[in-house]
């Protein structure tokens, strides 16, 4: 029997572009061309405003840890706990959810407002996840 | 809507609460039904309206064998019931059904005849948080506290006095799972589940139910039970996902729900007899005192950790224990309601003195949705 493997997400219509970007190495966010509201997750329309001229653009991919929870238990598929589940708060201002790769999964290690920046994970030939790492310099 | 035109006439809960591996997740429900109606001295054909969440009000009808002239299925986690008193409240006064049943029942710990929670990969819950490693509620609903506690100099020992009063109430109330005394260095020192949460930080998994009996104010004077009279209402949510929250500071829905609660009723914080707030983890009493008003958030922890909460103390807080010390099945916001009609009868098991207003204020999700009403047992 084959490892368990982690939740795999399954794209919608709406979400394709995000996705799409992941695996180009880009981490694609929306603006709205009416009222410039940054958001996330992906819609095609303003969530602020209601416009739906919106534009998909590239991110900075740069952002800070917002808050986390380190879990052990229980421990979802394709984790060993313990594992960091941290909110990174990005640059151009919307949060995601997100794991914190290249630091040790501990409150020390783990400070609130650290910067970080994003690093691409490929899970398969379709999917690729945006995890984050602190930032060098 | 007006103040105390509609009370509470029959509340129970599940004769047993627990582990209870002989009944399934309706028959629960059943069992807390038919205690309820007992409880108002009605027949079953007296009800004409039925609110339940998770279960469908369809399973819920046809199992007991009520023919409802009003219906909701509203079913946005624990607080649902909340939002069932209100729904009911205002149907009962505009004249859609005269009696209201409300039920809720879990077989959160034995599993039988209840539905696994699933989460669709294409679902934005399944594309944006699942990947990541959220698995249940203790791996998710924690995520703001971090940010809460350096954001208002929130202490780990403050959060943990939340376990630690609450165990003191429930060590006054014989039907609570968890009865024996803690310390803040036990709540410290138990298993880690989710950094910062320690196992007994984190609610219980029972088996259980309750369920409510809803009138118009007019006819709850000739029930037998003293009636307890909705003075104030609030409902609101937010998002589905823990990580799209406006804030970690504060919870949005908490916000619109208990000040418009606190509006309608015309009370202020001073008139508070008793509270209860939906803790299905310990930070949830912190943001509760806070986005409810009674206190800025800077000050909550230090509040609790003072002893206000406690036995005691002068804003008496989940007196039944709570989800950390009483029971959980999984949506329990009923039984904070259940507790806040037993103190405004006058028969819980660590009453309140003299208490006239209760303030019962549920959460469902992670911070998902919130429900709040206020009590009273003077018309
Ligand atoms: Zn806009």
Redesign the interface.
Known sequence: MAEPA???????PE?QHF?DGTQAGELRLQRCDACANVY??PRPFCPSCASRKVSVFKASGKGKL??????????????TP??A???VELDEGP?????IIDCPQT?EALE?DMKLEVAFEK?DDKIT?PLFRPAKG | MRRNQVAVVGAAETTELGVIPNMSQIQLHADAALNAIADAGLKLSDIDGIATAVETPQQIAHYLGITPTWVDGTSVGGCSFMLHVRHAAAAIEAGLCKTVLITHAESGKSMIGKLPRSTPADSLNGQFEAPFGVYGPPSMFPIPVLRYMKTYGITHEQIAMVAVAQREWAAKNPRAMMKDPITVADVLNSRMIAYPFRLLQCCLVTDGGGALILTSADRAKDFPKKPVYILGTGESVETPMVSQMETFNSSRAFKVAGPTAFKEAGITHKDVDHLMIYDAFAHLPLFGLGDLGFMPHEETGKFIADGNTRPGGKLPLNTNGGGLSYMHSGMYGMYALQESVRQMRGIAPAQVKDAKISVCHGVGGMFAASGTIIFTNEK
């Not at chain 1, 986390?68 to 979802?76: E, K, Q």
């Open positions: 982690r939740a795999r997400p399954k794209p919608t979400t996705w996330f997750p917002y808050s986390y929870v380190i879990n052990h238990r229980p421990a979802a598929p394709g984790f313990p594992y589940i941290a909110v949060r995601m959810m997100s794991n409150p609130l899970l996840l």
